[in-house]
């Protein structure tokens, strides 16, 4: 891409495959639900996520739990059973020869620790987690604090995520160039009209064909 200097990430479903932890997530879900006299099973609570996934709802996993109208917190995302999507690593590594990397993402406490045991730390020039900054994605504000940190403007910046609200619209906006990859739920949801993305691909290896 021509005057890019930078690229940024998202974490989740596009760095690092979430499967797993959605299962382990639908099925804590489901177990607290038993508690209250409500059977789903958790197979069932996972397709009422891919369900407000395909709905564009803005908080699929707390709109899934609100639907059974308990007054239960419902139970915290834990990073566990997670593993790198195929490629991601070597990726990486080429792209970092090209461009400076940063990720820019709504995780939890521990985001350097966990990339670290990914074998992937040492490729990001910058880091900002929302549990750091205290601003989550869509807030256009943890792009921007971002990009100030990197010292550039969004024209010189691609961002690469798998949501279309939290991660494509925020950055088009911006001005950034935006890359969708369709991995994990967010794959269901549909593409803005007024902030398409640049380009959508399916998997990490295509990176290469437009970076």
């Known amino acids: ?18 499967k797993k932890s959605y299962l382990n997530y639908a099925t804590r879900c489901s177990h607290q639900l038993t508690t209250k006299n409500i059977e789903v099973s958790p197979s069932t609570y ?19 739990w609100q639907a059974f109208n308990v007054r239960d ?15 991601v690593k070597e990726i990486l590594y080429l792209l970092s020869q090209k461009y400076k990397l940063g ?37 256009p504000e943890i792009f921007k604090f971002a990009l100030e940190k990197a010292n550039i403007n969004a024209s010189s910046a691609v961002y690469i995520g798998d949501r279309v609200d939290n991660d494509i619209i925020p950055a088009k906006q911006l001005g950034m160039k935006a890359i969708r990859i369709k ?12 902030y398409p993305s640049d380009f959508i691909i399916s998997g990490f290896s295509e990176l290469l064909d437009i970076l």
Request: aromatic letters at 10%; proline letters at 4%; one cysteine or more.
């Open 1 to 18: 891409m021509k005057d890019i200097s930078w690229i940024f990430f998202d974490v989740g479903e596009t760095l690092v495959d979430e």
């Open 46 to 64: 996972l397709k009422m996520i891919e369900d407000n996934y395909k709905q564009n709802e803005k908080r699929p996993l707390y709109a899934t």
């Open 73 to 87: 917190k419902r139970p915290e995302w834990q990073h566990i059973n997670e593993c790198l999507y195929p490629n």
């Open 103 to 139: 990720i820019i993402a709504n995780q939890g406490v521990g985001l350097k620790e966990r990339l670290t045991s990914f074998e992937i730390l040492d490729y990001f020039s910058l880091i900002v987690s929302s549990a750091d900054v205290n601003i989550k994605k869509p807030d």
């Open 183 to 194: 991995q994990g739920m967010a794959r269901f949801q549909m593409e803005s009209l007024l």
